[in-house]
């Protein structure tokens, strides 16, 4: 990995999902903006996130923030600019064993790639995507055309139950849940945003000490924990909020600029 050397005082993180981006009205509110134009005079910004950032779903919202850097999937790849720093591809032996479990159990486990989604009983996913948006616009293909193809991460749809039965039976896994309780990331036990922000430290020179993370759900729990000020958002989960070092406000009250303005780094 090829390094290189910045002017730029510290890194800033931002998990996506109700973090920056609001899913009451599908928007990066417009204080959160500010506060990134600010930041970004003296400070890296990065995008930490469970998706895929490069997913036509998710360009548009990388592109309005225009991060420096990209932690994509919990850490199972990590850009800076245009120069890829780290590419982690999942076993295909445990692919299937993790998509076999899904079926055999009525579980939803899958990805949403750009030509359609491929999940274990899709019914499932049917189900819980009409309970949440009222509407269901997925493209279901065959799940196990994933076995043929490149894939770093997996979703789980459902509610708790499911996490702690793929918690019991994958216990070299994490299954960290979203803050709304209705699915979590199928991660592999050592991939974390942590890592990413460990390698992107590595890559611009910058310490550890010298780092900002927020986030509002249990992917965002090592970022938390290792970045110099971990912040929770108003509306994240309680466990992640216990191991902040400053819970700052929700998403739609300012919560991105009020906590830069706390920490003085607008």
Excluded at 143 to 152: D, K, T
Aim: contains cysteine.
């Amino acid at each position: 990995m090829n390094r290189i050397k910045t002017e730029k005082k510290r890194i800033v993180s931002f998990d996506l999902d109700m973090t920056l981006l609001d899913h009451g009205t599908w928007e990066i509110p417009e204080s959160a903006k500010r506060a990134l134009e600010l930041l970004r005079r003296e400070n890296l910004i990065v995008i930490a996130s469970g998706r895929n950032m490069d997913h036509p779903l998710s360009v548009g919202y990388r592109e309005a923030v225009g991060p420096d850097a990209v932690i994509h999937m919990n850490g199972a790849r990590v850009v800076a600019g245009d120069e890829v720093l780290y590419e982690h591809l999942m076993d295909k032996a445990l692919l299937r064993e993790l998509l076999s479990y899904g079926e055999e159990h009525g579980l939803a486990l899958g990805v949403s790639l750009e030509d359609g989604d491929y999940f274990t009983n899709p019914q499932v996913v049917d189900e819980w995507d009409m309970r949440r948006w009222g509407e269901c616009g997925r493209r279901f293909k065959d799940v196990w055309a994933l076995m043929e193809m490149p894939v770093r991460t997996l979703t789980y749809v459902g509610g708790p139950e499911g996490v702690a039965a793929l918690t019991k039976h994958f216990p070299n896994m994490k299954f960290p849940m979203f803050s709304g309780h209705m699915g979590a990331d199928v991660v592999e036990a050592d991939a974390s945003k942590a890592e990413g922000l460990k390698r992107l430290c590595e890559y611009y020179g910058i310490d550890r000490a010298d780092t900002v993370a927020f986030g509002d759900s249990m992917n965002d729990y090592e970022i938390i924990k290792e970045a110099g000020i971990g912040i929770a958002m108003g509306n994240a989960c309680e466990e992640l909020k216990k191991a902040a070092d400053y819970v700052t406000d929700d998403i739609d009250k300012d919560g991105i600029w009020n906590a830069c303005r706390h920490f003085e780094l607008i």
